[in-house]
C-alpha cells in the first residue's frame, strides 16, 4: 500500500504534458494504433500552447522544455510516417504534421543543436521540401562534420534530387568516419541506387 501511494504522490508531481510524453512512449514501445498515439502528441502539442499560462518562448518556457522529450516524440512520428517524399496533391500525413510542428519548437529553442537539424532536414525532405531539406542538413555538417547520420541523409536527399556525384561524397565520408555502415540499410539503399545510376547492375544488386 505504501508502494502504491509513492507511485500516485510521484504522479501528482508531474504535470500533464510531461504524463502525455510517458504515455506517449509507453503506448509507442507496444506499437499501439496510430489513432492512440495521436491523441498524446494532440495533448502534448495543446500544452505547448498554453502549459499553465506560460508564454510561448518566453524564459520559463525555454526553463522548462525538455529537447530530449521532444526528440523522442519526433521520431515516434516518424515511424508512422511514409519513408519517401510525398507526392503532390495527396493528403499530407498526420503524424509528419505532428513532427514538423514538434521540431518548429526545437528549432525555435535550440535552432543551432546539430541533432534538432537533422530531424528539421528529415521532415523537410519528407514534406518534399527538398531544397530546404538540403540546406538544413548541409547547416548541420557545418556544425559536426563527423555526424554520421547527417552524412547518410544528405546522400538520400541528394539521390532524391539526382545529384548522384554528390550522394556517392556524402557516402564515401560515411564510411571514413565508420567503416561499420556499410551493414546499414540506408548505406545499402542509397548504394545500390548510385550503382544503378551509373548502370553498375550487377554490383548495385550485391
Known sequence: IN???????????????EIAFLALKSNA?????????????EQILKDFGND??????SIEFYCRIDGNQLIDAIEICLGYCPEEPIMPNTTFPKMLKFARELVL?????????????YFAAMIKFLCAEIGSAFN???????YDS?????????????????N?????????????????IRENISYILA???ILKNEQNYREALN
Open 136 to 142: 538544413i542538413i548541409n547547416r548541420c555538417l557545418q
Open 105 to 117: 519548437i526545437l528549432l525555435n529553442t535550440f535552432p543551432n543543436h546539430k541533432e534538432v537539424l
Open 3 to 17: 508502494r502504491i501511494h509513492d507511485e500516485i504522490d510521484c504522479l501528482v508531481e508531474l504535470n500533464q504534458k
Open 191 to 193: 548504394r545500390a541506387a
Open 52 to 57: 499553465e499560462g506560460l508564454i510561448p518562448y
Open 29 to 41: 514501445s507496444r506499437n499501439a494504433k496510430q489513432s492512440v498515439i495521436e491523441t498524446f502528441l
Open 164 to 180: 548522384y556525384r554528390t550522394a556517392n561524397i556524402c557516402l564515401e565520408n560515411a564510411l571514413a568516419l565508420d567503416f561499420q
Open 146 to 162: 563527423n555526424y554520421l547520420n547527417a552524412h547518410l541523409l544528405m546522400a538520400r536527399i541528394s539521390i532524391y534530387d539526382e
